[in-house]
């Protein structure tokens, strides 16, 4: 098993920028191929971005995040990253970070076994 815990979010102006950490503890975390989602309010969870376990097989959402938002992993230190530039109000809602061995990547969050609390990320306009 794997424990997730985000950090990173908080209060932003758009066109700000917020870095994400998610910080794994557990054993193998290069085992695992690992995920961002978020949630806004009213809304369904929603795919952000994913990496695979060695940190070269990345994807993203639509282009609503592409150009804007960067994932990446130190296996070293069993974290992985989301580094959100130019964000936008419409990017405002939780950010989880989860975690899976049996894909080598994952666009949905069925593929996912291990989630963490979820960080709030807040954009005003």
């Known amino acids: 098993q794997v424990q997730l815990v985000e950090s990173g979010g908080g209060l932003v102006q758009a066109g700000g920028f917020l870095r994400l950490s998610c910080a794994a503890s557990g054993r193998s975390f290069s085992s695992y191929t690992m995920g961002w989602f978020r949630q806004a309010p009213g809304l369904e969870r929603e795919f952000v971005s994913t990496i695979g376990r060695s940190g070269f097989i990345t994807d993203y959402t639509d282009f609503s995040v592409k150009g804007r938002f960067t994932i990446s992993r130190d296996n070293a230190k069993n974290k992985v990253y989301l580094q959100m530039n130019s964000l936008k109000p419409e990017d405002t809602a939780v950010y989880y970070c989860?975690?899976?061995?049996?894909?080598?990547?994952?666009?949905?969050?069925?593929?996912?076994?291990?989630w963490g609390q979820g960080t709030q990320v807040t954009v005003s306009s």
């Open positions: 989860a975690a899976t061995p049996r894909y080598p990547y994952g666009l949905r969050d069925r593929n996912y076994d291990y």
